[in-house]
């Protein structure tokens, strides 16, 4: 067992994790923050994203060891951020979202992507959630969805 | 962009026929929504499956003792621990044991299990367990399953499962454990004299639903009574194989189900649910399985399959005669395989006006994993074949491909298949909308193909629904509907509908997942029923409801009879209003209560499905691709889909079925397929098996609604997001056909399409 010690939407938390764990299973089976899912385990398909120190990890592949040190946001905690309700409310409006599996994880790196002002165009929306793939929707309504919050700015 | 035709009106008030955001919108964005891998219940174990490494063996020994020896296993669970009951199920046909007893059909198949304090003690437990096998022959292919002396995947007779559906099932022929074919018309005579004939043999990969949620299952004994918490599409249908399983009365087996990660067939019927619950008693305590991709990939998938099939024609064009012989890949076991086998032969003609047709359709057992429901199955196996048939019919008579279909499509009121529904869609008016829609007169650049494509599926599985609305003494409503959400949105058009007849605003109707305690009976969620059969029993109970608002409205205002109206939550008469609790407490009193009603859908007739399907859906597609004829890569420039739903009952959500479809159907056309050598398969993770990412996405996409109100749901409606898969499919093959490329396998690789182009051999001469 190894102690880490991490800021956690916002709370300093420190736990003992084996070097083997995983920070998803950590986040999912030991916090009880399942927000981030489980899907293909092979860094393909985003669904278990969450941001370390503000960038969108993978972390099925990411070990908990890693993030000692670290400021790890998951869903629970971006969604008290004003910046949720923005990007909310745009895929509301799009019905961008079907069965919900991939949704947190594509609104927090959307979230990344347009802080970081990386999302100009729709080549660029495109490229950016390459790695976030989602099966029901088909990605029209999330590609409308982030055109309108990319055309509008970073809003802060 | 989407297109209403014909355009509507909304009027003040409406619910349905409004584009209302969806009412899980909030929870899903906000990773609230709970899907069954996020549930624990106190007490409970992680169950791990082992897995047979062999597509065929006989199963010598297990030696458990090294894993029970583990700290942190609590049971192991092997084939010998189901002997005390009949093992054996399978909706279709019993034919799957709950763990393997004696023998291993395809590789993935469990063959024990363990139930631990943690999901890595679980797992490591698998690698203590020694397992002995002796490998047997493997029939890795339809070819070699149908081959004369082929060994059989199963000799035993065939055992009917509680929900096939399908009148009586004959005796095995060797390893085919289904038939269905029909004939009508002298199919012999028109192909001898016909001045055209095409003929052909097509060729469509087994695929992976990917629904992103795996199959997953809680299960719990207690007090003589089993709950499952399940990613089911029917449950049930999933309740009464596991009552039949464990010998229980219905009312002991519950099942919950919250929201699914997707399902797209992937969770209709029984699958992991057996297994679980058997880990669950061996136990003595609750277990919870979540199943990897790579074993929801061979949990179940889309069966493979090979078409024979040829066109006949007068040099004018005029359709005249089709014969189709298609082979199944049902996989070790059955799975849906029967059903899909039907629905495809079913499909196999097209909607098309023909003299005489002769269709064959067989379910073929391999040693691979079990193939099930997929959306679209049966079309989307089958429409592509037909449509190329159909394109080059024109070709050769010098005609346009929308004009052709538009010279032999079936009208309204016309015979699909002998016996059964006729059609009842306007087939003729929605091509010529998806060729505008389009633009299908545009003039082409070099290297671009267009394609068209209609096809019919039957739809709506078994017409059993019911639901109950009651409405609050608040004057909020509830619904109960065993309907599942999986991504589609039936809660939201649920709450439309009821919200219609309630004369209130959807938003203030709560609509949840379904535990059979509870929630009343339905059939399944599939076959694009949901809307149009459990959404007719909303408005049935909702109509409930409203004749007792009505009622109590009568009392309040005797003189008032049919003159009441009921508008936004209230009651209102000469001006005066009654709000909805107010009603509700003139009938109760101050304390409260609930007005309650009930609302069922049964059968007319016997409900078989010769007598069906309940609707058709259409299965209409257009695309514009490019093909690089150096590289072989086909991109997909533009598509257009029609949603023939006789009323959309919130038409945001249609075009995003027909959008999520489209994706779906340009994987099929273009990227998926499970490799499989000598049973053994290849490529069991996303790393190997691409679906569309964003960037899959076609620049251009128009969804057209059709409202001709042709439905039998509630206002007119009929289902839909099925149709559209099949639909783009056969649109892609079309169009690539159109740019020159001869196309006969699925799917349609930058190998493959490069081999074809330069006149190559389909694959190099090797193993």
Same mark, same amino acid.
């Not at chain 2, 004018?316 to 298609?326: P, W």
């Given at each position: 067992?190894?102690?880490?010690?991490?800021?956690?939407?916002?709370?300093?938390?420190?736990?003992?994790?084996?070097?083997?764990?995983?920070?998803?299973?950590?986040?999912?089976?030991?916090?009880?923050?399942?927000?981030?899912?489980?899907?293909?385990?092979?860094?393909?398909?985003?669904t278990?994203?969450?941001l370390?120190?503000?960038q969108?990890?993978?972390?099925?592949?990411?070990?908990?060891?890693?993030?000692?040190?670290r400021e790890?946001?998951?869903?629970?905690?971006?969604r008290?951020?004003?910046?949720?309700?923005?990007?909310?409310?745009?895929?509301?409006?799009?019905?961008?979202?079907?069965?919900?599996?991939?949704?947190?994880?594509?609104?927090?790196?959307?979230?990344?992507?347009?802080?970081?002002?990386?999302?100009?165009?729709?080549?660029?929306?495109?490229?950016?959630?390459?790695g976030?793939?989602?099966?029901?929707?088909?990605?029209?309504?999330?590609?409308d969805?982030?055109?309108?919050?990319?055309?509008?700015?970073?809003?802060? | 962009?989407?297109i209403?035709?014909?355009?509507?009106?909304v009027?003040?008030?409406?619910?349905?026929?409004?584009?209302?955001?969806?009412?899980?919108?909030?929870?899903?964005?906000?990773?609230?929504?709970r899907?069954?891998?996020d549930?624990?219940v106190?007490?409970?174990?992680?169950?791990?499956?082992l897995?047979?490494p062999?597509?065929?063996?006989?199963?010598?020994s297990?030696?458990?003792?090294?894993?029970?020896?583990?700290p942190?296993?609590v049971a192991?669970?092997t084939?010998?621990?189901?002997?005390?009951i009949d093992?054996?199920?399978?909706? !279709?046909?019993?034919?799957?044991?709950?763990?393997?007893?004696?023998?291993?059909?395809?590789?993935?198949e469990?063959?024990?299990a363990?139930?631990?304090e943690?999901?890595?003690?679980?797992?490591?437990?698998?690698?203590?367990?020694v397992?002995?096998?002796?490998?047997?022959? @493997?029939?890795?292919?339809?070819?070699?399953?149908?081959a004369?002396?082929a060994?059989?995947?199963?000799?035993g007779?065939?055992?009917?499962?509680?929900?096939?559906?399908?009148?009586?099932?004959?005796?095995?022929?060797?390893?085919? /454990?289904?038939?269905?074919?029909?004939?009508r018309?002298?199919?012999?005579?028109?192909f001898?004299?016909?001045?055209?004939?095409?003929?052909?043999?097509?060729?469509?990969?087994?695929?992976?639903?990917?629904?992103?949620?795996?199959?997953?299952?809680?299960?719990?004994?207690?007090?003589?009574?089993?709950?499952l918490?399940?990613?089911?599409q029917?449950?049930?249908? @999933?309740?009464?194989?596991?009552?039949?399983?464990?010998?229980l009365?219905l009312g002991?087996?519950?099942?919950?189900?919250?929201?699914l990660?997707?399902?797209f067939?992937?969770?209709?019927?029984?699958?992991?649910?057996?297994?679980t619950v058997?880990l669950?008693?061996?136990?003595?305590?609750?277990?919870?399985?979540?199943?990897?991709?790579?074993?929801?990939?061979?949990?179940?998938?889309?069966?493979?399959?090979?078409?024979?099939?040829?066109?006949?024609?007068?040099?004018?064009?005029?359709?005249l005669?089709?014969?189709?012989?298609?082979?199944?890949?049902?996989?070790?076991?059955?799975?849906?395989g029967?059903?899909?086998?039907?629905t495809?032969?079913?499909?196999?003609?097209?909607?098309?006006?023909?003299?005489g047709?002769r269709?064959?359709?067989?379910?073929?057992?391999?040693?691979?994993?079990p193939?099930?429901?997929?959306?679209?199955?049966?079309a989307?196996?089958?429409?592509?074949?037909?449509?190329?048939?159909?394109?080059?019919?024109?070709?050769?008579?010098?005609?346009?491909p929308?004009?052709?279909?538009?010279?032999n499509?079936?009208?309204?009121?016309?015979?699909?298949?002998?016996?059964?529904?006729?059609?009842?869609?306007?087939?003729?008016?929605?091509?010529?909308?998806?060729?505008?829609?389009?633009?299908?007169?545009?003039?082409?650049?070099?290297?671009?193909?267009?394609?068209?494509?209609?096809?019919?599926?039957?739809?709506?599985?078994?017409?059993?629904?019911?639901?109950?609305?009651?409405?609050? !003494?608040? %004057?909020?409503?509830?619904?109960?509907?065993?309907?599942?959400?999986?991504?589609?949105g039936?809660?939201?058009?649920?709450a439309?509908?009821?919200?219609?007849?309630?004369?209130?605003p959807?938003e203030?109707?709560? /609509?949840?997942?379904?535990?059979?305690?509870f929630?009343?009976?339905?059939?399944s969620?599939?076959?694009?029923?949901?809307?149009?059969?459990?959404?007719?029993?909303?408005?049935?109970?909702?109509a409930?409801?409203?004749?007792?608002?009505?009622?109590?409205?009568?009392?309040?205002?005797?003189?008032?009879?049919?003159? @009441?109206e009921?508008?936004?939550?209230?009651?209102?008469?000469?001006?005066?209003r009654?709000?909805?609790?107010?009603?509700?407490?003139?009938?109760?009193?101050?304390?409260?209560?609930?007005l309650?009603?009930e609302?069922?859908?049964?059968?007319?007739?016997?409900?078989?499905?010769?007598?069906?399907?309940?609707?058709?859906?259409v299965?209409?597609?257009?695309?514009?691709?490019?093909?690089?004829?150096?590289?072989?890569?086909?991109?997909?420039?533009?598509t257009?889909?029609?949603?023939?739903?006789?009323?959309?009952?919130?038409?945001?959500?249609?075009?995003r079925?027909?959008?999520?479809?489209?994706?779906?159907?340009?994987?099929?056309?273009?990227?998926?397929?499970?490799?499989?050598?000598?049973?053994?398969?290849?490529?069991?993770s996303?790393?190997?098996?691409r679906?569309?990412?964003?960037?899959?996405l076609?620049?251009?996409?128009?969804?057209?609604?059709v409202?001709?109100?042709d439905?039998? %749901?509630p206002?007119?409606?009929?289902? /839909?997001?099925?149709?559209?898969f099949?639909?783009?499919?056969?649109?892609?093959?079309?169009?690539?056909?159109?740019?020159?490329?001869?196309?006969?396998e699925?799917?349609?690789?930058?190998?493959r399409?490069?081999r074809?182009?330069?006149?190559?051999?389909?694959e190099?001469?090797?193993?």
């Amino acid at each position: 067992m190894t102690r880490i010690a991490l800021q956690l939407n916002g709370v300093r938390r420190s736990l003992d994790v084996e070097p083997r764990e995983l920070l998803l299973d950590v986040l999912r089976e030991r916090i009880g923050l399942t927000g981030a899912k489980r899907s293909c385990d092979v860094q393909v398909c985003g669904t278990c994203t969450v941001l370390v120190d503000g960038q969108p990890v993978s972390s099925c592949t990411y070990l908990a060891v890693e993030a000692d040190g670290r400021e790890v946001t998951t869903i629970e905690g971006f969604r008290e951020d004003p910046a949720f309700e923005r990007i909310a409310g745009a895929f509301t409006r799009h019905a961008a979202t079907q069965c919900g599996f991939c949704t947190p994880a594509m609104v927090l790196t959307v979230h990344a992507l347009l802080r970081d002002g990386e999302l100009t165009d729709e080549g660029s929306i495109r490229d950016g959630l390459a790695g976030n793939l989602c099966r029901c929707t088909g990605y029209r309504g999330i590609l409308d969805a982030v055109a309108e919050l990319a055309s509008e700015g970073t809003g802060g | 962009m989407t297109i209403r035709t014909p355009e509507r009106i909304v009027g003040e008030g409406a619910q349905v026929g409004r584009s209302m955001p969806r009412v899980d919108a909030g929870e899903k964005l906000r990773g609230e929504a709970r899907y069954v891998g996020d549930m624990s219940v106190p007490g409970m174990l992680h169950g791990k499956v082992l897995r047979s490494p062999f597509p065929h063996a006989r199963i010598i020994s297990i030696d458990v003792s090294a894993a029970l020896a583990l700290p942190g296993v609590v049971a192991v669970l092997t084939g010998e621990d189901t002997l005390d009951i009949d093992p054996y199920w399978g909706h !279709a046909i019993k034919d799957r044991p709950i763990v393997a007893i004696g023998e291993v059909r395809f590789v993935g198949e469990p063959v024990a299990a363990v139930a631990a304090e943690d999901e890595a003690t679980a797992e490591a437990a698998l690698a203590e367990i020694v397992v002995e096998y002796e490998e047997l022959p @493997v029939v890795g292919t339809l070819d070699d399953a149908l081959a004369a002396d082929a060994p059989l995947v199963h000799d035993g007779p065939i055992r009917p499962g509680l929900f096939h559906g399908l009148g009586t099932l004959p005796d095995r022929d060797g390893n085919i /454990c289904y038939r269905y074919g029909f004939e009508r018309g002298s199919v012999d005579e028109v192909f001898e004299q016909a001045e055209i004939v095409v003929e052909g043999e097509y060729t469509f990969p087994g695929v992976y639903q990917y629904a992103m949620e795996t199959h997953s299952v809680i299960a719990q004994w207690e007090g003589g009574e089993v709950t499952l918490w399940a990613t089911c599409q029917h449950p049930f249908l @999933v309740r009464a194989e596991i009552a039949a399983l464990f010998d229980l009365p219905l009312g002991r087996v519950r099942i919950i189900v919250p929201y699914l990660g997707g399902g797209f067939g992937s969770k209709s019927y029984t699958k992991m649910e057996p297994i679980t619950v058997a880990l669950a008693r061996k136990a003595g305590r609750p277990v919870r399985i979540v199943n990897r991709v790579d074993e929801s990939m061979v949990t179940t998938r889309r069966h493979g399959a090979k078409t024979w099939m040829r066109t006949a024609a007068d040099r004018s064009g005029r359709l005249l005669a089709r014969e189709a012989r298609v082979w199944f890949d049902t996989g070790a076991y059955a799975d849906n395989g029967p059903r899909v086998t039907a629905t495809g032969a079913d499909s196999a003609p097209g909607p098309y006006r023909w003299s005489g047709v002769r269709v064959e359709a067989s379910c073929v057992h391999t040693h691979t994993a079990p193939s099930g429901s997929y959306r679209a199955f049966g079309a989307s196996h089958v429409q592509w074949a037909g449509e190329l048939q159909v394109d080059e019919v024109a070709r050769r008579a010098g005609i346009d491909p929308v004009e052709i279909r538009r010279l032999n499509l079936l009208t309204p009121g016309e015979q699909v298949r002998p016996g059964g529904k006729p059609l009842d869609a306007d087939l003729i008016g929605d091509i010529r909308k998806v060729a505008d829609a389009l633009g299908w007169d545009e003039p082409r650049e070099p290297g671009i193909g267009r394609g068209i494509s209609v096809g019919l599926l039957a739809a709506g599985a078994h017409p059993v629904s019911s639901a109950i609305v009651r409405l609050e !003494a608040d %004057g909020e409503a509830i619904v109960l509907v065993g309907s599942t959400e999986m991504g589609q949105g039936q809660r939201t058009a649920f709450a439309q509908i009821a919200a219609e007849v309630l004369a209130m605003p959807a938003e203030r109707i709560r /609509c949840q997942g379904t535990d059979t305690r509870f929630t009343p009976y339905d059939r399944s969620t599939g076959a694009s029923r949901s809307t149009t059969l459990a959404g007719l029993a909303v408005q049935r109970a909702a109509a409930e409801v409203r004749a007792d608002l009505m009622e109590i409205a009568g009392k309040v205002w005797p003189d008032a009879g049919d003159a @009441v109206e009921l508008r936004d939550g209230a009651a209102w008469w000469k001006g005066e209003r009654r709000s909805y609790p107010e009603l509700i407490a003139r009938r109760f009193g101050l304390s409260g209560g609930q007005l309650i009603g009930e609302g069922g859908v049964h059968p007319e007739g016997t409900g078989s499905y010769a007598e069906g399907p309940v609707f058709w859906e259409v299965c209409i597609g257009a695309a514009e691709v490019h093909v690089d004829r150096e590289t072989g890569v086909v991109s997909v420039r533009r598509t257009a889909t029609v949603a023939d739903v006789g009323t959309a009952i919130n038409p945001l959500l249609v075009e995003r079925q027909d959008e999520g479809a489209t994706m779906q159907g340009i994987g099929n056309a273009l990227l998926e397929e499970m490799v499989y050598r000598e049973g053994m398969l290849l490529n069991d993770s996303l790393l190997d098996y691409r679906i569309p990412t964003i960037e899959d996405l076609p620049p251009e996409q128009v969804c057209v609604i059709v409202e001709n109100a042709d439905g039998p %749901g509630p206002f007119g409606a009929k289902g /839909c997001g099925e149709g559209a898969f099949a639909g783009i499919i056969a649109a892609i093959a079309t169009a690539v056909a159109d740019a020159g490329v001869r196309v006969d396998e699925l799917p349609l690789t930058p190998e493959r399409v490069w081999r074809s182009s330069q006149g190559q051999p389909k694959e190099d001469a090797k193993g």
